[in-house]
């Protein structure tokens, strides 16, 4: 790893803790403390830990925010950041709180509109980086249709007015495997993003590296889009539709009624009285 | 730049406000509708004509009890109100309400006398995805009756509440697809360039002007249809049948909760009105003596000043309240469906005719690519050709009449097992 690239911005924290904390170190030692953070929050039935949990997320999110912020505001993307301003860190603490909520609330309907929040405040990040096509798209899709759904299955799956959810809703079934699986998972993308070749958000980069008049361009351009997705990427895009008429047919199949069998009556199901 | 950004949040406020009032006197409107089309008065009593009923309603509701029932889930019983009327609220942004306004045009002298130093598009907002834009805002609506029906802890407002997410989800789907055979023909999704490329005529047909209802019918047809299922109103009112659920998914609601739900019917009803008239029926265009009115024709000044500007914003204005009385006039004529019979419009005839539409659109849009040919007057006939094959069709198609009878030994409405079998 080059020290060389990395932004002076690492440096401050790096004084303020007094360590020789790099990036990296830093960001994984957030990760770490995020992951013993949901893992108190996820519902034991122990109110005591989760708000214990709650506190310690927040300052290993704070503090990954600081990191950030800082590396961003002084680091090689600062004059392509500059416009978003505080709206990216508002957002993006919303939809990493809400989150939070997906995963940790016990009454499964407050999980789904958790969803939908974070799909609302992911849809507004998307904004920020001028793709207002994929943003609504997003709202349409997810919010609009798939939530929805969701929703509407448990709505009629789990109670309402005021009876108790089930156990098995309010105790999350194997905590520790899914903490230590996801920031496991979480940790390497980190790892690779900001420790590797690549250095950086790729994602975020493409467009505002080079300047948001040129990102308005290429990559929110909704003609730009059709044409591009229809030039490059034709045979994926086709069999995408396949496979959606296909299970459109698959789902017509299964839900279809089938005729009863008509069972004439006996003697036998009359009860003797 | 700066300038023109709070122009357009003073006009976010001026709408918003002007809305508000709008739908209270709607109601009054949709009261004394009622009455004219069942020959009764309707409201007369508080002040001249009636004319001060909304006011008495308004207080009223602020003075109602608030009532939460005991076994409801508080946090979204309280929610559900709020998240129905922000999307409803959401979608006027984006509607062309007045064309372009000139740069060099001056606020009065009392206002400061300001000058606009480019020209101010008369809306809150005119992003480039204007026309996704409303259906998001669309597709986020069923959230607040969803919420309310499920929190109530009511069975009537629990049932208002599934049939509101199965109908509200089919009918997205042919709205949807009208709208983009209306885009995909306009080449852009900016409401604001959809209205400007309907001011002109037919060059084929003379004197029709070239709105997209001429041009697409069917097209208009499944946008109206599905407008209709999206705001709830009859004969899609199903949500809310007296006669089966007391009164649907806000059965438990009271107070200025209830009243936000009203507000929020009404402000989709005129969302839905705006749309289509932007859309479909011409935005500001006054067909015919426009060339009396803008000289320089056939192609009129999109962008004029102050007096243009006001005639534009009356005459959407009058096209929206003549929509909105069709709405009502609807609701007073057509009796409610049935739900399957409802379902099976939606998924049987409107998504089947709304991808057609979508079809015939993409193809003269094409044609008219590849040579000159003026995709106007055929995309009417195609739309014509569609409408009358799916009448055909629906007579003609060996399909199972969802109005046959039933017998009713053996079936589900048998009284008792055995009582009526035969020995």
Redesign the interface.
């Known amino acids: 790893m080059d020290r060389v690239r990395r932004p002076a911005a690492g440096g401050t924290v790096r004084g303020i803790l007094g360590t020789g904390a790099t990036m990296n170190n830093w960001l994984l030692a957030a990760t770490a403390v995020g992951a013993i953070s949901l893992y108190l929050m996820l519902p034991h039935g122990r109110r005591r830990m989760s708000q214990f949990g709650a506190l310690l997320g927040v300052l290993a999110l704070g503090g990954g925010f600081v990191e950030l912020g800082l590396w961003l505001s002084h680091g090689p993307l600062a004059a392509a950041v500059a416009p978003a301003g505080i709206f990216f860190y508002v957002f993006a603490a919303i939809a990493l709180a809400s989150a939070v909520g997906v995963v940790c609330h016990p009454r499964p ?1 407050y999980c789904a ?1 958790y969803f ?1 929040l974070v799909t609302l405040s992911v849809a507004a990040l998307l904004i920020l980086l001028l793709a ?2 994929m943003a ?2 997003l ?2 899709i997810y ?3 798939i939530l ?2 969701y ?2 299955v448990i ?2 799956a789990s109670p ?4 108790p959810a089930a156990d098995y809703d309010r105790v999350s079934a194997d905590p520790l495997l899914a903490v230590l699986v996801s920031f496991v998972f979480l940790g390497m993308i980190l790892q690779r993003l900001f420790g590797g070749p690549m250095d950086g958000f790729m994602l975020a980069r493409a467009p505002l590296a080079s300047g948001h008049a040129a990102a308005a361009g290429s990559f ?3 003609a730009a889009l059709g044409a591009n997705l229809y030039a490059h990427y034709a045979l994926p895009l086709e069999l995408a539709g396949i496979l959606l008429t296909i299970s459109l047919v698959g789902a017509v199949m299964i839900s279809r009624k089938h005729e009863p069998v ?4 006996g003697a036998a ?2 009860p003797a009285e | 730049m700066l300038g023109i950004f709070i122009a357009h949040l003073v006009f976010a406020l001026l709408m918003v406000g002007m809305l508000l009032s709008v739908i209270a006197y709607l109601i009054l409107l949709e009261r004394k509708t009622a009455a004219w089309m069942q020959d009764r008065l309707g409201p007369n009593r508080v002040g001249p004509k009636g004319l001060l009923q909304p006011l008495a309603d308004g207080v009223k509701f602020i003075l109602k009890e608030e009532f939460v029932p005991a076994n409801a889930d508080r946090i979204l019983f309280l929610l559900a109100p709020i998240v129905i009327i922000t999307p409803a609220l959401c979608g006027f942004a984006v509607i062309p309400w007045g064309g372009v306004l000139g740069a060099g045009a001056h606020l009065p002298g009392w206002l400061g006398g300001w000058t606009f130093p480019k020209n101010f598009s008369v809306m809150v907002a005119n992003p480039r995805i204007g026309v996704l834009f409303v259906i998001a805002m669309a597709s986020l609506s069923v959230y607040g009756v969803v919420l309310a029906g499920w929190a109530s802890g009511s069975k009537y407002s629990f049932l208002g509440g599934l049939r509101a997410t199965a109908q509200m989800i089919s009918y997205e789907i042919p709205l949807v697809l009208s709208l983009l055979s209306v885009a995909v023909v306009a080449g852009t999704l900016r409401l604001g360039a959809i209205t400007d490329s309907q001011a002109s005529y037919f060059s084929t047909v003379f004197f029709l002007p070239a709105w997209n209802i001429f041009i697409q019918p069917a097209a208009f047809l499944l946008f109206v249809t599905c407008i209709f299922a999206e705001a709830n109103r009859a004969p899609f009112d199903l949500v809310e049948c007296e006669q089966e659920l007391v009164g649907g998914y806000h059965t438990e609601y009271s107070s200025m909760k209830f009243a936000l739900f009203f507000l929020a019917e009404y402000a989709a009803m005129i969302t839905g009105a705006a749309v289509a008239v932007a859309l479909f029926l011409g935005g500001w265009h006054l067909p015919w003596i426009d060339q009396l009115i803008y000289p320089g024709a056939p192609g009129q000044p999109l962008v004029t000043g102050w007096g243009g500007v006001i005639l534009k914003f009356v005459v959407f204005w009058a096209k929206v309240m003549l929509f909105i009385f069709f709405y009502m006039w609807v609701r007073w004529t057509l009796p409610r469906f049935r739900f399957d019979q409802l379902m099976n419009l939606a998924w049987r005839t409107l998504i089947p005719l709304s991808l057609g539409t979508f079809l015939l659109a993409a193809l003269f849009v094409y044609l008219r690519r590849e040579g000159a040919i003026e995709h106007r007057g055929w995309l009417l006939l195609g739309n014509v050709a569609l409408l009358a094959g799916t009448v055909a069709m629906n007579q003609l198609w060996p399909g199972e009449s969802t109005n046959r009878r039933l017998p009713v030994f053996n079936s589900r409405y048998q009284s008792a097992a055995g009582v009526l079998r035969p020995n």
């Open positions: 309907i509109l939908v207002e096509f609504v798209v709202i349409v919010a609009g249709a929805v759904t929703v509407f709505m009629l309402g007015g005021g009876i929110a351009g909704l008509v069972r004439i009556l199901d009359v």
